[in-house]
């Protein structure tokens, strides 16, 4: 077998040699989805945050083809605990090849705590 970049296990699982992590926020439409979709193509790791995972049924679904690569976290810039959730699984990994922050606000900013 030839070496493309990637080493076969015994269950037919690969691990990409050189594993580039990305990190996208609004991540569940439009070009956050798109970046999402072209990064897993590239065979980067995708950490993917949405505000809303009631909307994000596409997004979930290549999650659900992608267990191994990419991976879902809900993500509400404009609250604290959000924050401080995705800080804390960015924290866990060894890098952060790419941050795409394509997460918007709009109108009042949320009161601080």
């Given amino acids: 077998m030839r070496y493309l970049g990637f080493v076969w296990h015994a269950m037919g699982y690969y691990k990409r040699s050189m594993d580039k992590i990305a990190l996208v926020t609004g991540a569940n439409r ?7 979709k072209q990064l ?10 949405a505000r809303n995972v009631q909307e994000s049924h596409e997004l979930l679904a290549l ?11 809900e993500l509400d810039v404009t609250k ?5 959730h995705l800080a804390l699984v960015v ?12 997460a918007g606000t709009f109108g009042t ?3 601080s705590s």
């Fill in 91 to 102: 924290g866990k990994l060894p890098r952060i090849d790419w941050l795409i922050n394509n």
């Fill in 63 to 73: 999650v659900k083809e992608n267990p191994n690569f990419c991976e879902f976290h």
């Fill in 80 to 84: 604290k605990e959000s924050l401080e």
């Fill in 40 to 49: 897993l193509h590239k065979n980067y790791r995708v950490i993917a945050t």
């Fill in 30 to 36: 439009g070009l956050g989805f798109e970046f999402v």
């Fill in 109 to 111: 900013p949320a009161p």
